[in-house]
Nanobody, 124 residues
Framework: VQLQASGGGLVHAGGSLRLSCAAS????????VGWFRQAPGKERSFVAY????????YYSDSVKGRFTIFKDNAKNTVYLHMNSLKPEDTAIYFC??????????????????WGQGSLVTVSS
């Protein structure tokens, strides 16, 4: 199983980006997905979650209202739409898939499959 993240880049504060995470096989149609990020000098942290079979989403407080996670099972791809970006959003973003229990969706250890990461840089 492979997860391939793409779409990162450099953007000015207030701008938007869309990250994509494409999966081999049909992994995303039978697993929940999460986005995590790791800022320079910091530990990896939870960003967003979309449940399986779909419909339920959850966001960290720092991105709620600005980021949207969308899981397209037909395309085996999950997206992270990021609006109103801030310099503090600068990080490497990782997509993950797994079957976390409701109490563990924020924990990276609850996800079995990981993408390689995509760098997002937001300039002030």
């Amino acid at each position: 199983v492979q997860l391939q993240a793409s779409g990162g880049g450099l953007v000015h504060a207030g701008g938007s980006l869309r990250l994509s995470c494409a999966a081999s096989g049909r992994i995303l149609s039978v697993h929940a997905v999460g986005w995590f990020r790791q800022a320079p000098g910091k530990e990896r942290s939870f960003v967003a979650y979309a449940s399986w079979p779909g419909g339920g989403t959850y966001y960290s407080d720092s991105v709620k209202g600005r980021f949207t996670i969308f899981k397209d099972n037909a395309k085996n791809t999950v997206y992270l739409h990021m609006n109103s970006l801030k310099p503090e959003d600068t990080a490497i973003y990782f997509c993950a898939a797994g079957t976390p229990s409701s109490g563990r969706i924020r924990q990276e250890g609850a996800y079995e499959f990981w993408g390689q990461g995509s760098l997002v840089t937001v300039s002030s």
